[in-house]
T-cell receptor
Framework: KAGVTQTPRYLIKTRGQQVTLSCSPI?????VSWYQQTPGQGLQFLFE???????NKGNFPGRFSGRQFSNSRSEMNVSTLELGDSALYLC??????????????FGPGTRLTVL | GIQVEQSPPDLILQEGANSTLRCNFS?????LQWFHQNPWGQLINLFY???GTKQNGRLSATTVATERYSLLYISSSQTTDSGVYFC???????????FGTGTRLKVLA
């Protein structure tokens, strides 16, 4: 099976702009999670989607949003970019089966730089 | 929320040495994974180990859920083992993993 894919891999934006990142999970996986990784804060959970529904959200401002499509692909959006949003954004895919183990598989990440 | 602590934060080894990385968590969890992050940022699954012991080649892991810790053993380390090792835990029904701060491992040739 193909792994988790994320596009784009690298992105440079300026303050105030918005950005959309995309994640395609492993075929058959229905759960997609997003994480932000920065040197200062480490790996932090952003949100998780299953069957187009957000089931949990991390402690991030409303500028961070996401969605999931019927084919399980997911996008996350950051509006009004700030310098502090510069980070590696990681997407994780999981089967999402009820009662099953939540084993997450990560994509290669999107490295966002805000100037 | 659950706190996840990893130790040591940094580790430098000579090639061929063995090491033990530790992950402590502050509350009961239902899922636990170990990851290796390579220099390009990719998180690679090592183990899914909510309890018990597993082995995969030179790597093995043990989780004692009742005592809220997990150990990752690396034997006969190689330079390609360098990188950051993360432990992540999840409580069932929360749909989110909490990551530790990682152990940065450098293996010298």
């Amino acid at each position: 099976k193909a792994g988790v894919t994320q596009t784009p891999r690298y992105l440079i934006k300026t303050r105030g702009q918005q950005v959309t990142l995309s994640c395609s999970p492993i075929s058959g996986h229905r759960s997609v999670s997003w994480y932000q990784q920065t040197p200062g804060q480490g790996l932090q959970f952003l949100f998780e989607y299953f069957s187009e529904t957000q089931r949990n959200k991390g402690n991030f401002p409303g500028r961070f949003s996401g969605r999931q499509f019927s084919n399980s692909r997911s996008e996350m959006n950051v509006s009004t970019l700030e310098l502090g949003d510069s980070a590696l954004y990681l997407c994780a895919s999981s089967p999402g089966l009820a009662g099953g183990p939540t084993v997450q598989f990560f994509g290669p990440g999107t490295r966002l730089t805000v100037l | 929320g659950i706190q996840v602590e990893q130790s040591p934060p940094d580790l430098i080894l000579q090639e061929g040495a063995n090491s033990t990385l530790r992950c402590n968590f502050s509350d009961s969890v239902n899922n636990l994974q170990w990851f290796h992050q390579n220099p390009w940022g990719q998180l690679i699954n090592l183990f899914y180990i909510p309890s018990g012991t597993k082995q995969n080649g030179r790597l093995s892991a043990t989780t004692v859920a009742t005592e809220r810790y997990s150990l990752l053993y690396i034997s006969s380390s190689q330079t390609t083992d360098s990188g950051v090792y993360f432990c992540a835990v999840e409580r069932s029904g929360t749909y989110k993993y909490i990551f530790g701060t990682g152990t940065r491992l450098k293996v010298l040739a």
